[in-house]
């Protein structure tokens, strides 16, 4: 799967277990849980990720490294 160009939103988790994602080139919202694991590959395409949304959540990435991260959270608790 790939994300492209255009800026992309994730309303509910995001749970990558399995294959490849390569992630857009733009930004990538997140509005809740991240979880990265098993054999999954998650390519961040010099994109950024940016975790968004207004409760708590739970950022699992499974040691995944992003090109550029943001947090534009309201109020609640992350736990990374």
Known sequence: LTGGSSNVTVNGP???SGGTFTSTSAILELR??????GSATFNHNNGTVRFAGSSAFDLNSGG???ENVSFTHGPG???I
Not at 32 to 37: A, K, M, V
């Open 64 to 66: 995944v490294a992003f």
């Open 77 to 79: 608790i992350r736990n």
């Open 32 to 37: 809740q849980d991240l979880t990265i694991s």
């Open 14 to 16: 995001f749970i990558l």
